[in-house]
């Protein structure tokens, strides 16, 4: 799998020397420099693609004298009450100057609209923390994906993705929560056919997690092999070689 390392993190300085040292990324081809969207609102910055760009640029700098492609990964978190139409158009575009797109809701409708207009290579399925917190949780209530998803994320060959960071910092109760619920979603994926991938975005150096780990996790979770971790929608060296033949006019996509 392609290492996922998060911008905040490269830019600090040594930061390559660093992650070669953990042996994070030495085993691999391609490099996933992940900039984050944490407000729809962003969106509306008419400059936000130059800034993405220009950032990236910068960053694949320092990869200049190493054997590594860096590939431009764009993560979005969108609130629910933060959605409108307007910003799918907007979405949809930026699809076109990074090179993946992963959208995070935990709302199924919000999903759903972006997974039909091909707007995203990846969806995360993350839980709604006001139904979390409340007393009287009942789980079939935030238990994640459902079979309108599921239909929508395998027509427009889109992929499913749990981010290991929701498990980080919460407690035991929650995180049981958490577990219960990547398993649900686990074994309709598994039953609807799609893609469907474990993965970790690096902030920092303490969040390195090595392949190993991942599948040893993966095993724990979900037991069976519900998540196909090597497929074309994965953050594989195949995927990404791909998406230069696309980019240069030899593949149709």
Do not use: W
């Not at 990074?98 to 839980?127: A, E, G, P, R």
């Not at 469907?196 to 190993?212: A, E, M, V």
């Not at 060296?237 to 033949?245: A, G, I, L, T």
Request: hydrophobic share 35%; glycine share 2%.
């Amino acid at each position: 799998m392609i290492p996922l390392i998060h911008s905040s993190l490269l830019s600090k300085e040594n930061s390559i020397t660093l992650l070669q040292e953990e042996n994070c990324i030495n085993n691999s081809k391609y490099i996933g420099i992940v900039q984050t969207i944490s407000s729809l609102k962003e969106l509306e910055n008419k400059e936000l693609r130059h800034i993405i760009k220009n950032s990236f640029n910068t960053l694949t700098q320092k990869f200049k004298n190493t054997t590594f492609k860096p590939v431009n990964v764009c993560y979005i978190d969108i609130k629910e009450f933060e959605f409108k139409d307007k910003y799918i158009s907007i979405i949809s575009s930026l699809k076109q100057e990074v090179d993946y797109l992963i959208c995070c809701s935990y709302s199924n409708t919000t999903l759903v609209q972006l997974t039909s207009k091909k707007c995203t290579h990846l969806i995360c399925n993350v839980f709604n923390q006001d139904l979390v917190n409340r007393f009287d949780f009942i789980h079939h209530f935030n238990s994640g994906i459902n079979h309108v998803l599921c239909n929508e994320i395998k027509e427009r060959e889109a992929g499913l993705g749990v981010e290991m960071s929701i498990f980080h910092n919460i407690s035991q109760f929650k995180q049981a929560k958490y577990f219960s619920s990547c398993i649900q979603n686990s074994k309709l994926a598994t039953k609807s056919k799609i893609p469907h991938l474990l993965f970790k975005i690096i902030y920092s150096i303490t969040d390195i997690r090595t392949q190993k780990e991942l599948v040893l996790i993966q095993k724990a979770l979900f037991k069976a092999q519900s998540f196909q971790i090597q497929n074309q929608l994965s953050f594989t060296e195949e995927f990404f070689e791909k998406q230069e033949r696309i980019k240069r006019g030899d593949l149709i996509e």
